[in-house]
Antibody, heavy 128, light 106 residues
Framework: EVQLVESGGGLVQPGRSLRLSCVVSGITFDDYALHWVRQRPGKGLEWVSGISWNGGTIAYADSVKGRFTISRDNAKNSLFLQMNSLRAEDTALYYC?????????????????????WGQGTLVTVSS | VLTQSPGTLSLSPGERATLSCGASQSVTSNALAWYQQKPGQAPRLLINAASSRATGIPDRFSGSGSGTDFTLTISRLEPEDFAVYYCQQYGSSPITFGQGTRLEIK
């Protein structure tokens, strides 16, 4: 059974930092890209960042570029999101998500894809 | 940018649902997916590559389209199909989601 378990969320003041973690089990971890997707309360899905199987390809949404850093440790089956300079609009449920592919986006011809396994999310609240 | 329509769709069980997703530019390699999300749950992948059903998805769900116009069709609505549906393009960075279509019971 594939499981993604997030941790590290909580209440943080604007301008401060937080580091999210996700431990993945039930798959060959370094065969797949991974992502962080967030959902503000009562709102839709927003892709935040994605990383390829070996960390060689990384991408960010414009809304977090320069503030957030995604990374992975294949030896520990873990995905991370370092979030700096947090803002009120970063308040959301953050999902750790497995990709069907090894890379986070096609960038050219591809025949499959999508996000096929999701964690239950960790809630980040940015407020003073 | 992905734009989904309608914002809300009110139908009865047994009816056919047609949800649309329009892209502001052609989606690379038709790399488009559809997800279903129920309250309090994480999203579930339904369709990838515009028209391929994900593992375990019933055949009443089908996807079609190419380029900038895509459609998710649910042939005969079951009670468990009433949820919010999102399209997503993964052909180029940044990956984007549509704003969602809420499918509600009439």
């Amino acid at each position: 059974e594939v499981q993604l378990v997030e941790s590290g969320g909580g209440l943080v003041q604007p301008g401060r930092s937080l580091r999210l973690s996700c431990v993945v089990s039930g798959i060959t971890f370094d065969d797949y890209a991974l992502h962080w997707v967030r959902q503000r309360p009562g709102k839709g899905l927003e892709w935040v960042s994605g990383i390829s199987w070996n960390g060689g390809t990384i991408a960010y949404a414009d809304s977090v570029k320069g503030r957030f850093t995604i990374s992975r440790d294949n030896a520990k089956n873990s995905l991370f999101l370092q979030m700096n300079s947090l803002r009120a609009e970063d308040t959301a449920l953050y999902y750790c998500v497995k990709d069907v592919n090894m890379i986070p986006y096609c960038g050219g011809p591809c025949y499959s894809g999508g996000l096929d396994y999701w964690g239950q999310g960790t809630l980040v609240t940015v407020s003073s | 940018v992905l734009t989904q329509s309608p914002g809300t769709l009110s139908l009865s069980p047994g009816e056919r649902a047609t949800l649309s997703c329009g892209a502001s530019q052609s989606v690379t390699s038709n790399a488009l997916a559809w997800y279903q999300q129920k309250p309090g749950q994480a999203p579930r992948l339904l369709i990838n590559a515009a028209s391929s059903r994900a593992t375990g998805i019933p055949d009443r769900f089908s996807g079609s389209g190419s380029g900038t116009d895509f459609t998710l069709t649910i042939s005969r609505l079951e009670p468990e199909d009433f949820a919010v549906y999102y399209c997503q393009q993964y052909g180029s960075s940044p990956i984007t989601f549509g704003q969602g279509t809420r499918l509600e019971i009439k």
